[in-house]
């Protein structure tokens, strides 16, 4: 039986420097140098090299999650969406003992971009939204705090017309982060855009006493009082938003219409005309239409 035992004892350090497992080991090393090599060159905008130097780690050691997940980072600042699901999904595949939250996070927001495309059907562009909640819900399944997730988790249910569960998104993230002001920002608009600018007013007032410095916060709160013919508190919480960000185009645009319904004239023109000069492409032509035709009204009225 001692002897038994002895041979046992003999066996065990063996197996675990078998030639298979010096191999394995050796290419971890190899593929970890392979790795380095490629953040570094990235980080001296040497995309070329680093892609080249990042694909080879991944062809010395096919398990190993990092040089995915880098690759994927790459892909993603070049606007190379395909390749960058197709490499966190990889980073996702071989992270198995090491789980990773941020893996399904950076997958989730690459799904998102890809259902925002131009061109993608609405079907698709669910599909997508949808995958990309689920990469979301396993982003916090590992990290409960991930209060980011539960952010955009909100911001895709309100894209899908599922109001309750962005709702229900939007305050855990708040829970989590107070100061993450782009969750009461989504949160307000989503309630003042579905017909209900009295709690987005609640929801945006609070926001503005856990961070009175984003002029997003001050612009909701504005659309808000607007819409409840609150023309002059709308006024001050424009103006406010305007000292933050004076070229944000929802605030001239909003603060131009407060002004034109107290009959401001000066004012409304010219910050309407503020927003007409700044209003890019993505701007709506319905909104352009009706600052025109304010300044067209008022021009006769006042």
Not at 70 to 93: C, H, N, P, S, W
Not at 255 to 276: H, I, P, S, T, W
Request: hydrophobic content about 40%; overall charge neutral.
């Amino acid at each position: 039986m001692r002897r038994f035992v002895a041979l046992v004892a003999l066996v065990v350090p063996m197996l675990a420097f078998s030639p298979g497992c010096k191999l394995a080991s050796r290419q971890r090393v190899q593929a970890i140098n392979r790795l380095n090599e490629g953040i570094a060159l990235e980080n001296k905008n040497n995309t070329t090299g680093a892609e080249k130097s990042l694909k080879e780690a991944i062809e010395l050691d096919p398990t190993f999650a990092k040089p995915y997940y880098i690759l994927g980072q790459m892909y993603r600042k070049q606007g190379k969406l395909v390749d960058a699901e197709k490499m966190f999904r990889g980073a996702i595949d071989n992270m198995k003992e090491e789980p990773n939250a941020e893996y399904h996070y950076q997958l989730g927001t690459i799904l998102t971009a890809q259902g925002e495309a131009q061109g993608v059907s609405q079907t698709e562009q669910a599909a997508k939204f949808n995958d990309a909640i689920a990469q979301f819900q396993e982003c916090i399944k590992l990290d409960p705090n991930h209060y980011r997730s539960y952010y955009r988790t909100g911001t895709l249910y309100e894209k899908l017309d599922q109001p309750q569960k962005a709702d229900q998104n939007y305050r855990k993230a708040i829970e989590l982060r107070p100061g993450y002001s782009l969750s009461f920002v989504a949160l307000g608009n989503m309630y003042i855009d579905y017909g209900h600018a009295n709690v987005g007013q609640a929801v945006l007032d609070v926001g503005t006493k856990v961070n009175d410095k984003d002029a997003h916060m001050w612009n909701g709160l504005g659309r808000a009082q607007f819409a409840l013919n609150k023309p002059l508190d709308a006024i001050e919480s424009f103006k406010k938003a305007k000292a933050i960000d004076p070229d944000l185009v929802d605030v001239l645009y909003g603060l131009g219409m407060a002004y034109a319904e107290v009959r401001d004239r000066k004012n409304a023109v010219e910050n309407l005309q503020a927003f007409l000069q700044k209003a890019g492409n993505d701007v709506p032509e319905d909104r352009k239409k009706a600052a025109n035709d304010t300044m067209a009204r008022i021009k006769d009225v006042i």
